[in-house]
């Protein structure tokens, strides 16, 4: 009992000892065992306790030379030095801006008020085994809720379909000319500020949006419009409509950049209808819809009642349309409340105005940052258990004049926690560096916290855990050399555990060629998608956006463009086959089945006569529209797949119905409305018009000179209001915009995994060659040739990176099938994107030794052998 103090230690453990062999006599050995040690428990007791002999300042003392060893070992061996530090300085880089990122993903609307209590509202299809959800509701919808249910406090909606897509959104005030472009425009509730309990800065939040034409503006537009004002009862004028004229009703708080929420204008709902009888009309879907519970209130009980929303609104709606299938589809049919909190992250697949982050890429991220750190501290590892042999001597000597074990495992965390100190002041000022990268590529604006009180105890306790962390295998290792065997000269030169620091040099290797496998597949399917054959052209074509303020102008702007000798033709309409632009989902049946068949969900398109030919769509059968035959008002144009889902073998002269009846005059190729990872769905064409953009197939000459001249056109026209345009192939690219980030990700962390592993490798090397320098000398004395020694250095490192080859292909295949599975139309995984890494990876193993190795070929035996 060493806790006991001198002079009762004797007595008290021979008095235990009699006791106990007496109660092994009487009682067995089971009970003396368990009588013994609570005797021994009885006395830890403050009277009984050893008193320490150190004082403080011996401890201090103590860790003070362990620092001046470690710090003399540091400076010592500076190419060992350096690479423990720099890639503990990378790996801690890349951990500290991938925290920044988790943190800020995670942080969404973390700032609402009551946000635990707060819903959006989903509505979940299930059909033939896909489920589809999205967040689209019936403008009556939101009254039903709070009419229906007792345990909603509040419902607010919002519609950004109406008026303000497609790239429209002009604003002025109402005593200027001048019209400036401006995105984030909405209709919504008053509800729906009150619901999220938005700041304002001034008016009223409580009726900020109750009058009709009124419009909520944030404090950065009305410090643009109105600076130095309070712009409340000061009118507006949205895309260039003077009997579009708004009264600003409030002004709020800029939403903080963790809001999915970002718009900047919101007008009024109020006494608000976008066609005759919208607000009491069940079978549009334009408004998502959110829901803020009474306290104590389950979401999950509330969930199981929404479900009468369908018997009692829905399905009537749907009989009385004459829905053959609306039985079968009140079942495929069910209703979600999603978290607010959760909305940033969770929406993956739910076809949402702005884009949104995914928990998988967070995931992603995350894992990425562990591996590089891992990396790094294998390094770390290696390096500290290859160097045993020159640390041994230190630890037998110290053991023979009576250093504990536990001393000597303090002395190596000890140094490893400087390494770790002076790699986190260097890893910190790497990510400082390297930030405004990061931010490119994670599409952020992030910044250090150094004000935050918690992020510099963050830096110090993580450097002292991943120190920790990072050092207990070395200070075990290096710890357990037994004295006798170290004075002997019986302890190997760093081999015993050659076999561990093969392993962690496979998992390296494992993990770097992992990432550039994942890189080479994500770049094939990206070039696949910029290059896939996709029905319609896309190059040359120019989207001039905000077109809508010309009104009945419209038409002659476009004629005066196709009249320039560098414009091929161009259209006018708000649907276009990329991201941003208008979608309008319709049902349709044959003429006569409304009552009789499930209706077939296309897409219903409004066009003019030259839209086919601008984008280069093949019509198949039929012909186009045209602008001097009346009766094509009513005519439509459908693709392959809609005449395949309604049964239509000749559809020329047939027709169908939407709920108006169309002739059908023409039948197109099927192209890719949507990126390639949607499949192609039904589409249907009317004749009509849809103002917000005019597209321009330009001819591929001289495009600064076709651009001066629809410049000129345009100011003739809009004098007061800048032109606005991007190009269609420019907008197509956009789509793929996460793909996009996705490579730039893998290409960062594979180039930054191979430069952690070779660092590794480089520093591993440099010292099993020094190891086997006098090995080498010897084999150059009896004649060996330079290749045969170039072999005999770099074969098992060689031998390492074609097992972790081995092992990496099968993972790779694995994440990146699974990866592809998001897309419809996608690439194919073949040999080349195996082969590929796997000769990069062996190519930088052997570049990274052979310098060592040659140069340890060239070296003259004499300068090995002088002292043997």
């Known amino acids: 009992m060493t806790f006991l103090r001198d002079d009762l230690a004797e007595e008290v453990i021979g008095d235990l000892e009699e006791k106990f062999y007496a109660t092994l006599k009487t009682r067995g050995p089971f009970r003396a065992k368990v009588n013994y040690w609570y005797q021994v428990i009885q006395y830890i007791r403050p009277f009984a306790m050893r008193k320490s002999n150190t004082s403080p300042y011996n401890h201090y003392a103590m860790f003070q030379n362990y620092f001046k060893i470690g710090w003399r070992n540091l400076a010592k061996q500076k190419m060992y030095s350096a690479v423990k530090i720099g890639g503990f300085a990378l790996g801690i880089a890349a951990c500290l801006l991938i925290a920044l990122f988790i943190n800020d993903e995670l942080s969404y609307d973390r700032h609402i008020p009551d946000a635990e209590r707060i819903y959006r509202v989903v509505e979940v299809w ?316 994670s599409g952020k604006q992030l910044e250090f916290p150094w004000e935050a009180w918690w992020f510099v105890p963050s830096l110090l306790a993580s450097a002292f855990v991943v120190g920790i962390l990072a050092g207990l295998y070395p200070s075990f290792y290096l710890s357990s050399f037994q004295p006798i065997q170290v004075l002997k000269g019986n302890i190997s030169r760093g081999s015993k555990s050659s076999g561990t620091r093969s392993t962690l040099v496979v998992f390296q290797f494992t993990i770097s060629i992992i990432l550039i496998i994942g890189t080479f597949v994500i770049y094939k399917q990206m070039n696949f998608m910029l290059n896939a054959k996709l029905g319609y052209e896309k190059d040359q074509v120019l989207l001039i956006q905000g077109t809508n303020t010309l009104g009945d102008k419209i038409k002659t702007f476009k004629n005066e463009l196709k009249a320039l000798p560098q414009v091929v033709n161009a259209t006018i309409s708000d649907y276009l086959p990329v991201s941003g632009t208008k979608r309008n989902g319709n049902g349709f049946w044959n003429e006569g089945r409304i009552k009789i068949d499930k209706s077939v969900s296309a897409q219903k398109w409004v066009v003019d006569s030259d839209y086919i030919k601008t984008l280069g769509i093949k019509i198949l059968e039929g012909r186009n529209f045209a602008e001097d035959i009346v009766s094509d008002t009513s005519s439509i144009i459908i693709n392959q797949s809609l005449a395949k889902e309604l049964g239509l073998k000749d559809p020329i002269g047939k027709r169908i119905t939407n709920w108006t009846v169309y002739n059908v005059i023409g039948v197109i190729e099927d192209f890719h409305d949507e990126s390639l990872s949607e499949e192609i769905t039904p589409l249907a064409m009317v004749v009509g018009i849809s103002p ?138 073949g040999l080349e994107v195996f082969f590929i890494p796997g000769i990069v990876a062996v190519m930088i193993a052997l570049m990274t030794v052979s310098y060592q190795s040659v140069r340890a070929a060239l070296t003259k035996p004499a300068n090995s052998l002088r002292t043997e």
């Open 126 to 441: 299930e059909e033939e085994g896909k489920t589809e959800r999205g967040i689209w509701f019936q403008a009556p919808f939101a009254k039903a809720l709070k009419d229906d249910y007792p345990e909603i406090e509040k419902v607010g909606r919002f519609n950004s379909s109406e008026l303000f897509g497609a790239g429209s959104g002009e604003f002025r005030r109402a005593d200027q000319l001048e019209n400036f472009h401006e995105e984030g425009f909405v209709y919504a509730d008053q509800e729906l500020l009150d619901l999220m309990n938005i700041p304002f800065v001034y008016g009223n939040p409580a009726h900020a949006l109750d009058e009709p034409n009124t419009i909520v503006i944030t404090k950065r537009k009305a410090d643009k419009y109105f600076p130095g004002e309070d712009p409340v009862g000061k009118f507006v004028i949205i895309n260039g409509n003077d009997a579009f004229i708004k009264k600003i009703g409030g002004v709020i708080q800029d939403f903080p950049k963790t809001s999915h929420l970002q718009f900047d204008f919101f007008v009024t709902l109020k006494e608000r209808e976008f066609w005759p009888g919208e607000q009491t009309f069940w079978g549009a879907t334009n408004y998502p819809t959110y829901v803020k519970l009474l306290p104590g209130a389950s979401s999950a009980e509330l969930e199981k009642k929404l479900s009468s929303v369908i018997d009692k609104y829905l399905l009537p709606h749907w009989i009385a349309s004459g829905r053959a299938d609306a039985e079968e589809l009140k079942k495929q049919t069910t209703f979600e409340l999603q978290p607010v909190q959760d909305i940033h992250l969770r929406s993956a697949n739910m076809y949402d105005i702005a884009s949104r982050g995914d928990i998988r890429f967070v995931w992603l991220f995350g894992a990425i940052a562990l591996f590089i750190l891992v990396l790094a501290s294998i390094n770390f590892i290696n390096l500290s258990t290859a160097k045993s042999a020159n640390r041994a001597k230190e630890v037998g000597l110290r053991k023979v004049v009576g250093s504990a074990r536990g001393n000597i495992i303090n002395q190596f965390l000890t140094e490893s926690l400087l390494f770790s100190v002076f790699s986190f002041v260097l890893g910190v000022a790497i990510a400082a560096i390297f930030l405004p990268n990061f931010n490119i590529l």
């Open 692 to 829: 917000s953009i005019v597209s321009v197939k330009v001819k591929a000459t001289d495009m600064q000179e076709a651009m001066g001249s629809i410049t000129e056109v345009w100011k003739k026209f809009l004098p007061h209001q800048a032109i606005r345009y991007s190009f269609l192939d420019d907008r197509y690219a956009a789509m793929y915009a996460d793909v996009q980030r996705l490579a730039r990700v893998f290409t960062t962390f594979a180039i930054l995994a191979i430069v952690v592993a070779c660092l590794g490798l480089f520093a591993l090397s440099s010292f099993m060659i020094e190891q086997r320098a006098k090995e080498v000398s010897i084999r150059l004395v009896l004649g060996a040739s330079l290749k045969s020694i170039f072999n005999l250095l770099t074969l098992n490192f060689v031998k390492l990176v074609l097992i972790a080859f081995a092992i990496a292909s099968p993972v790779a295949w694995y994440m990146m099938t699974t990866w592809l599975k998001d897309f419809n139309y996608k690439t194919d995984i």
